[in-house]
């Protein structure tokens, strides 16, 4: 079991910078689950943004976020970050993070969710 709580949301202008982080809870090692970022807005499916393999050593974005976004992660303090840069309003949605032991970008297959926390990107 797995509990994962957000942070770091909030209100940005366009061009600005937020650091969202998740600190997870497990009785299980933390280092053997790979991390992922998801984010939604209403009416629309969970998007995949972000993922990072349990050793920190591969990582993955979605088209629209790469070279804006990074995703990191610190297992000595159990927690995975997403540092986004030049945010577009287009970026403006709840962000959510997931853990699973298998490496996926389908929103399907990650078992563990945090409840999310909302970037919205001024314009």
């Known amino acids: 079991q797995v509990q994962l709580v957000e942070s770091g949301g909030g209100l940005v202008q366009a061009g600005g910078s937020l650091r969202l982080s998740c600190a997870a809870s497990?009785?299980?090692?933390?280092?053997?689950?790979?991390m992922g970022w998801f984010r939604q807005v209403p009416g629309k499916d969970r998007e995949f943004v972000a993922h990072?393999?349990?050793?920190?050593?591969?990582?993955y974005y979605t088209d629209s976020v790469k070279g804006r976004f990074t995703i990191s992660r610190d297992n000595a303090k159990n927690t995975v970050y997403l540092q986004m840069n030049s945010l577009k309003p287009e970026d403006t949605a709840v962000y959510y993070c997931?853990?699973?032991?298998?490496?996926?970008?389908?929103?399907?297959?990650?078992?563990?969710w945090g409840q999310g926390t909302q970037v919205t990107v001024s314009s």
């Open positions: 497990t009785g299980r090692t933390f280092s053997t689950y790979n």
């Open positions: 997931a853990a699973d032991p298998r490496w996926t970008y389908s929103s399907r297959e990650y078992e563990y």
């Open positions: 990072i393999s349990w050793s920190g050593g591969s990582t």
